[in-house]
């Protein structure tokens, strides 16, 4: 997507919110050389049996 842009620095914050055996949050953020940021979330906030 971003030809010849070089990562610079990642900063990720894991946690685990619901359930305690396993991280089911994350969030990376992604700085690049061309003062690009890219941000990755994911969260598990809303869970109901099917």
Do not use: Q
Not at 25 to 39: C, P
Request: proline share 2%.
């Amino acid at each position: 997507m971003m030809p010849g842009a070089k990562l610079t620095s990642v900063y990720a914050d894991i946690r685990n919110v619901i359930n305690f055996e396993v991280d089911d949050y994350f969030k990376i953020l992604m700085r690049f050389d061309n003062h690009v940021t890219a941000e990755v979330e994911l969260g598990t906030y809303f869970l109901t049996d099917a």
